[in-house]
C-alpha cells in the first residue's frame, strides 16, 4: 500500500512498503514528486518491477521520471534498473565506486549518457527546482554509499542505516517508542555497520541538518525533530562491527 507521507501542493513524498513477496525481505521504494518531475529511489530487484511500475503510475506516469538514485549495489537496490530503462528516460544516479557494477543490472547499451557518477564527495541534483542533496555515507553498510536529503519535506533518506527488520504482525511506518524499536535495529546494524568510527563520523556530519524525518530502505520512519536526534545519537554511540567480530574470536579455522 503507497504512503504519502509529504504533500505541499507541488512537492510529494510517497512510499511503497508492501511489495516484497511472502518470505522475502521487506523494503521501501521512495518516489518524490516536484511538480511534474520525478525521482524514485532506491527501486527494487526484478521481481518488484511490474507492481512497482502500476503504483508509481497511480502518481506520476513513469515517463516523466527524472531520476533514479541507486544507494549503493546491493540487488535489492537496483536489480530491476532493466526495466526503467526501457520505459523511461531517466537519469541513474549511482556511486562512482560502483559504476562497473552496472553492467550487471541491465543492458550496457541503454545506459550510454544516462548514467550520473556521484563522487566520493557527494553532490547536488535539481529535481524540477527543488534541490536534492546526494551526501556520502560510505561504509554503512557499503563501501561505496550515498544516501539522499530531499530540501523541500526535509526528509534524509539513508539506505541500510536505519533499517529495521518488523515481524509480519506488528508492521507500522512511523517509530513511536523507540526503546521498544530497537529490538528490530541493534542485530542488524550490529553485524552490517562496520565500526564505531564510522558511525560517529555520519552522526557529526547530519547533526546540524535541518530533517523532519528519516527514511531508511527497511522498516519504519523516524518522524520529528526529538525521534530524528535520539537515532542520531544512537548511531553516534552504536558498538558494531569490527569490534564486536574481534572480540569474538571469529577469525579462527573452523
Not at 500500500?1 to 507541488?10: D, H, L, P, Q, V
Not at 526495466?83 to 559504476?99: E, H, N, R, V
Not at 541493534?186 to 564505531?196: A, I, K
Not at 537515532?231 to 569490527?242: K, M, S, Y
Request: hydrophobic share 40%; glycine share 8%.
Amino acid at each position: 500500500m503507497a504512503t504519502e507521507f509529504f504533500n505541499n501542493g507541488e512537492h510529494r513524498c510517497i512510499r511503497f512498503d508492501d511489495l516484497s513477496g511472502e518470505g522475502e525481505v521487506q523494503a521501501n521504494q521512495y518516489l518524490v514528486i516536484h511538480g511534474e518531475k520525478g525521482m524514485l529511489l532506491d527501486p527494487g530487484g526484478n521481481k518488484l518491477f511490474p507492481s512497482l511500475v502500476a503504483e508509481v503510475s497511480s502518481f506520476l506516469p513513469p515517463q516523466k521520471l527524472e531520476y533514479i538514485i541507486l544507494s549503493h549495489q546491493d540487488p535489492d537496490v537496483g536489480a530491476g534498473l532493466n526495466g526503467f530503462l526501457l520505459i523511461t528516460d531517466a537519469k541513474i544516479c549511482f556511486p562512482s565506486l560502483w559504476l562497473r557494477f552496472v553492467p550487471s543490472f541491465c543492458t550496457k547499451s541503454f545506459t550510454e549518457g544516462r548514467v550520473l557518477s556521484i563522487p566520493d564527495g557527494g553532490t547536488r541534483v535539481d529535481l524540477n527546482g527543488a534541490e536534492v542533496v546526494l551526501i556520502p555515507a560510505h561504509f554503512l553498510h557499503s563501501a561505496g554509499n550515498i544516501q539522499v536529503y530531499d530540501t523541500v519535506s526535509k526528509t534524509l533518506f539513508t539506505g541500510d542505516l536505519g533499517a529495521s527488520l518488523l515481524p509480519p504482525d506488528n508492521q507500522y511506518h512511523t517509530v513511536t517508542d523507540f526503546e521498544a524499536h530497537l529490538q528490530y535495529m541493534e542485530g542488524f546494524h550490529r553485524r552490517y555497520m562496520p565500526s564505531e568510527k564510522i558511525c560517529r563520523q555520519w552522526a557529526r556530519m547530519i547533526w546540524h541538518m535541518d530533517i523532519e524525518r528519516i527514511a531508511p530502505q527497511h522498516g519504519a520512519m523516524f518522524e520529528g525533530e526529538a525521534m530524528v536526534k535520539r537515532f542520531i545519537d544512537w548511531v553516534a554511540n552504536l558498538r558494531c562491527g569490527v569490534s564486536l567480530l574481534l572480540d569474538q574470536e571469529t577469525y579462527q579455522l573452523p
